[in-house]
């Protein structure tokens, strides 16, 4: 797949098994709309508020040209000024079904429905084992990230899952160093003002949901 993959379609593999289902997280909808969230806000399409729980702002309706990042432009187009937390658990963020169809347009996964609904199965690892090389080298410094890598570290960490998705491609480093190492990222990045508060709110939903 020669075409370079968004924030949310990242996330989308990091966070989906071989099988097609989610894995490591109850709560990949809502990392993959946080993701869409930042990045609309990375193109300048919307903005935040400085809330805990900040209201978001469209500023530019022009479509992406992404299908997906223009569903959920137009999600937020609907619920302009709407704060934040509502607008991660909204039904029309809810990006899954977007998004593999267009990974599997792409060929890296298919489609496949079974009595318990639709799954992803991974046709193609390339586009993922690409992401987890990026992420391996940010982490154990081999290689400059970008800033799009930081914002994923932030993200699925933000999940829970900040280690448990990462841990086989840096078997050298221990938990609370890559957790450490993805802080540090994370704050030296000029995107963490936006980061922070989709990551912050991932995060408490995921501690009151699972308590």
Not at 63 to 72: I, K, S
Not at 150 to 159: M, P, T, Y
């Amino acid at each position: 797949m020669s075409t370079p993959l968004s924030i949310p379609a990242e996330t989308f593999l990091l966070l989906t098994g071989d099988t097609g289902r989610q894995k490591h997280t109850q709560f990949r909808k809502y990392v993959i709309a946080g993701a869409a969230l930042i990045e609309l806000a990375l193109r300048e399409r919307i903005t935040m508020s400085e809330e805990k729980n900040p209201r978001i702002t469209l500023t530019d309706p022009t479509p992406t040209g992404d299908p997906v990042l223009d569903q959920a432009l137009t999600a937020v187009d609907e619920r302009d000024g709407k704060k934040l937390g509502g607008t991660l658990s909204s039904r029309a963020m809810d990006l899954t079904e977007a998004l593999g169809e267009q990974l599997a347009a792409a060929g890296v996964l298919e489609r496949k429905k079974g009595l318990l609904g639709t799954t992803w199965p991974v046709v193609d690892h390339g586009p993922e084992n690409a992401v987890r090389d990026r992420l391996s080298d940010a982490l154990d410094g081999s290689g400059s990230p970008s800033q799009q890598d930081v914002v994923l570290l932030a993200l699925i960490k933000a999940a829970r899952a900040g280690y448990v998705v990462i841990k086989d491609d840096v078997p050298e480093m221990r938990r609370g160093e890559v957790l450490t190492r993805i802080d540090e990222l994370s704050e030296n990045s000029p995107y963490w003002p936006v980061t922070r508060a989709v990551t912050y709110k991932i995060d408490s939903m995921t501690a009151a949901m699972t308590t």
